[in-house]
């Protein structure tokens, strides 16, 4: 086992990628989960509240954390099981995303050639149930394991337990800051059809019969549109989406259609309809804007950036005023996506 080394007064605006100054009292990584207790157990017997982070790519972090902040860096990936349809693949926690997606791409397996070039760690992907032209990870998840902050039992979760649903678990709500993720298993198929729904996923790949298509020429396409269109937050920091696409009523969606012919929308399933939350800002006149160090990108509205590194109440002020806008514009209170650490009354 490795004792954690916990760390005192520490440097985090290199591990968040929209790079706000933070802080925190004490930073400990940790590499196994014998560490993770260990830390967890120094926090408790401290006093101290935890903040776990992955690779910082969907958190606001506050200018100065009062707590431990615990970054995950469990490794591993492995095939733990294989039947006719399917092969069962576990990651550690700390394994770079990116880094799994290839794993399984060198196996010619399918499943998360959609998700390629998410930033992070595999064990915050569960927490908003990461998504990209039309997949979301609870299509190919099987089970996690984590670890209850406060009792340090080992949990086990099935897919129904995580309560997976558009951007979001049981994670962000009744269990947000509970338990840390160890591993995450993945069922994969070893064929069948890939989801080239997306227009301009559909576009790059139509000379290819569907036949022949392959998971890594989906992964090459999705990489190549994202790179096309969204900042590198080692050159533009960003979170990417600052903003989920809102679901409306069907009522909603035909009385904004009356006043916005061109609204962009597709359905949402049971009478219900999700908007683009970048056409709004778009048409709200938010695209390109800049203010004080922190605007939202020029090729993608939805993607707060904040090349001032402009601290995370600062950016939060930001978001509230473009929320109160759309709201006041359209009718629709766009719902932050990434998880703020910054303390609340600080911001709308
Ligand atoms: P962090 O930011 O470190 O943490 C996020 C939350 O998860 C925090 O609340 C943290 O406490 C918690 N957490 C992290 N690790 C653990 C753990 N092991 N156990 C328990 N809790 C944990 N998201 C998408 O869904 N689709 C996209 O296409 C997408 N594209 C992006 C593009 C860019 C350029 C950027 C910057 C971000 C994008 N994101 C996207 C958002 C982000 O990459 C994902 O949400 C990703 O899963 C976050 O991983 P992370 O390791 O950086 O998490
Ligand atoms: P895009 O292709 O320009 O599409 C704009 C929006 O329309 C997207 O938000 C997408 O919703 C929706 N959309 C497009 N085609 C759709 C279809 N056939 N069915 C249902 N919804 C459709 O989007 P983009 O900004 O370039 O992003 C491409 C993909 O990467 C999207 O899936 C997006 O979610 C994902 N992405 C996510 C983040 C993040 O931080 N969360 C950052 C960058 C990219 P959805 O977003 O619901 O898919």
Redesign the pocket.
């Known amino acids: 086992m490795n004792t954690p080394r916990i760390l005192a007064d520490h440097d985090l605006q290199p591990l968040n990628t929209l790079a706000v100054p933070a802080r925190a009292a004490r930073y400990a990584q940790v590499g196994d989960e014998a560490s993770l207790r260990e830390a967890l157990s120094f926090a408790r017997a401290e006093g101290m509240p935890v903040l776990v982070l992955g690779g910082g790519s969907n958190v606001v972090l506050p200018a100065r954390f009062e707590g431990l902040a615990i970054q995950v860096t469990i490794k591993g990936v492995e095939i733990v099981a294989e039947d006719g349809e399917f092969v069962y693949v576990r990651a550690g926690a700390g394994e770079v995303w990116q880094d799994l997606v290839e794993f399984t791409l060198q196996r010619n397996l399918q499943g998360l050639e959609n998700l390629s070039l998410i930033p992070g760690t595999v064990g915050a992907a569960p927490i908003q149930n990461i998504?990209?032209?039309?997949v979301e990870l609870d299509t190919v998840f099987e089970s996690l394991t984590a670890i209850d902050r406060q009792s340090l039992e080992t949990l086990a979760f099935d897919a129904p337990a995580c309560e997976f649903s558009?951007?979001d678990s049981i994670f962000k709500h009744r269990l947000r800051d509970a338990v840390v993720i160890t591993a995450v298993t993945f069922r994969l198929r070893k064929k069948g059809e890939l989801n080239t729904?997306?227009?301009?996923l559909h576009e790059a790949l139509s000379a290819i019969p569907a036949n022949e298509l392959t998971p890594r020429q989906v992964s090459d396409a999705v990489i190549a549109?994202?790179r096309s269109?969204?900042p590198d937050p080692a050159e533009i920091p960003n979170?990417?989406?600052f903003f989920k696409?809102p679901i409306v009523s069907a009522d909603k969606h035909e009385s904004l259609k009356r006043d916005y012919p061109q609204l962009?929308s597709?359905p949402a399933g049971a009478g219900r309809v999700?908007l683009?939350?970048?056409w709004l800002l778009e048409q709200a006149g938010w695209r390109g804007h800049r203010q004080d160090g922190v605007g939202m990108h020029a090729a993608?509205a939805?993607?707060l950036v904040n090349p001032g590194r402009r601290e995370g109440e600062y950016v939060l002020e930001y978001a509230a005023r473009i929320q109160r806008d759309v709201y006041e514009r359209f009718g629709v209170m766009l719902e932050r996506?990434p998880v703020a650490y910054v303390p609340q009354g600080e911001t709308a």
């Not at 998504?131 to 039309?134: E, H, L, N, P, S």
């Not at 729904?197 to 301009?200: F, I, R, T």
């Open positions: 998504g990209a032209y039309g558009y951007r729904s997306y227009a301009p549109i994202r269109k969204l979170a990417g989406s696409n962009v597709f999700k683009a939350a970048g993608q939805l993607v996506e």
